[in-house]
């Protein structure tokens, strides 16, 4: 059975910085597009940053020059590194992949059960 866990949220002061992971655990063939989403109380999920292949990215405007994604495809593994965090960033982080889980398998979409990510002082 394949599942998202992700790891790496925390409570962190304004300026701070986090790295969040996404390990991808069962029997897969290979990773497709990977993607980090945040949803705040009260407000809709929302796209933070993505990786539509192993060479283009895409970020939010609020994050961009601050967050960065990145992929191991040999571990399996998204990570997002945040710096400069803000309170407005305080939110659950949810890792979203799409991923095949054999070569002629149609790609599937994943989601993590989420985590928190908190930015006060």
């Known amino acids: 059975q394949v599942q998202l866990v992700e790891s790496g949220g925390g409570l962190v002061q304004p300026g701070g910085s986090l790295r969040l992971s996404c390990v991808v655990s069962?029997?897969?063939?290979?990773?497709?597009?990977v993607g980090w989403y945040r949803q705040a109380p009260g407000l809709q999920r929302e796209l933070v940053a993505n990786?539509?292949?192993?060479?283009?990215?895409g970020y939010a405007d609020s994050v961009k020059g601050r967050f960065t994604i990145s992929r191991d495809n040999a571990k399996n593994t998204v990570y997002l590194q945040m710096n400069n965090l803000k309170p407005e960033d305080t939110a659950v982080y949810y890792c979203n992949i799409a991923l095949k889980l054999a070569e002629l398998a149609p790609p599937q979409n994943y989601w993590g059960r989420g985590t928190q990510v908190t930015v006060s002082s």
């Open positions: 990786m539509p292949t192993d060479f283009s990215t």
């Open positions: 069962g029997s897969i063939f290979g990773i497709n597009a």
